[in-house]
């Protein structure tokens, strides 16, 4: 069986679709500006999760064990990463990741905001969504991927330890701190 | 389910966030409620910013208030689970639907065309 690789930029071109990016006036539906925030969201969490294998597992292309392995990347370990990398969380991470460059940080940033509201626009009845918003977080969401791209073309140091410890190391630092 | 939140620190933070600002992107307001799931509570600080003269916030001036705003809610509220969201003020052409390819013009219970 082939394996059909889910590109981030295809779910940031999505999001933009959604969210009714450059269509002029007027909103999209409810129902697409929240699917446009998720689609943000998930953009960057495919682009993080790709990163790490390639920086842990090295693959010389994306193969059903590369595939396989991305599934051990979570959500709660990036979040739990990128806290610490906003200055925040658990101390053991913060010293792990010190000192973070300013892309990293960034990246890190738009992770947890795109991760907050994108649990709004998935679970939450309450949720006042509007477009201004909806069409920032697309923005947010295709600023950190570009970001991505760019530390890994300059081989970012800071960047790499991100995402090497984005396998397994928030497990190992929460057990023993 | 949700719940007013008084306290003098969640007070502290809406002051301090309601003074944020970034080149022309500013808030305007900032409201914080408890929100209490089956299997989780949390605050819910909700920041609302002005109308942006574009399609939306410039992103740099949007990723610094929100830079700004997470840092003080971590160093107001500490490791209290606070989740971040954020809005504009209510625009009237926002309130009008793009016409959708498909769409029916019936009205469904979210105001939105069915």
């Given amino acids: 069986m082939s394996v059909r690789f889910l590109h981030p930029n295809d779910l940031l071109d999505l999001a933009d679709e959604l969210v009714g990016k450059n269509a002029g006036q007027g909103r999209p539906k409810v129902v697409r500006l929240r699917r446009g925030i998720s689609t943000a969201y998930y953009a960057v969490f495919h682009e993080l999760l790709t990163r790490v294998v390639y920086e842990v597992v090295r693959p010389a292309d994306w193969t059903a064990q590369a595939a396989a392995v991305s599934r051990w990347v979570t ?5 739990a990463l990128s806290k610490a990398a906003t ?10 990741l010190a000192p973070v460059s300013p892309g990293t940080e960034r990246i890190a940033q738009a992770f947890l905001d795109l991760q907050d509201v994108r649990h709004r626009a998935d679970y939450d009845d309450l949720f006042d969504v509007d477009k201004i918003a909806a069409v920032g977080w697309a923005e947010a969401a295709r600023d950190a991927v570009d970001r ?23 497990k190992i630092a929460k057990a023993r701190s | 389910m949700t719940a007013p939140v008084d306290s003098s620190r969640e007070a502290q933070l809406l002051a301090a966030i309601s003074e944020l600002s970034a080149g022309t992107t500013r808030v ?11 299997d989780e509570s949390y605050l819910l600080l909700t920041v609302v910013l002005n109308q942006p003269s574009g399609e939306t916030w410039p992103s740099d001036e949007f990723y610094e208030i929100r830079r700004q705003a997470r840092a003080l809610t971590g160093h107001v509220l500490g490791d209290e689970d606070t989740r971040l969201s954020y809005r504009t003020q ?13 769409a029916s013009g019936n009205k469904n219970a979210s105001g939105d065309d069915a």
Wanted: hydrophobic residues 40%; without cysteine.
């Fill in chain 1, 75 to 79: 959500h709660q370990d990036l979040a």
């Fill in chain 1, 87 to 96: 200055g925040s969380g658990n101390q053991a991470l913060r010293d792990a």
């Fill in chain 1, 148 to 170: 991505s791209w760019d530390l890994v073309r300059s081989r970012d140091l800071s960047y790499r330890r991100f995402l090497a410890l984005g396998l397994g190391a928030v």
């Fill in chain 2, 28 to 38: 305007v307001g900032a409201e914080i409620e408890r929100r209490r799931e089956p």
């Fill in chain 2, 90 to 102: 209510a625009r009237e052409e926002d309130d009008v639907v793009a016409p959708i390819e498909g």
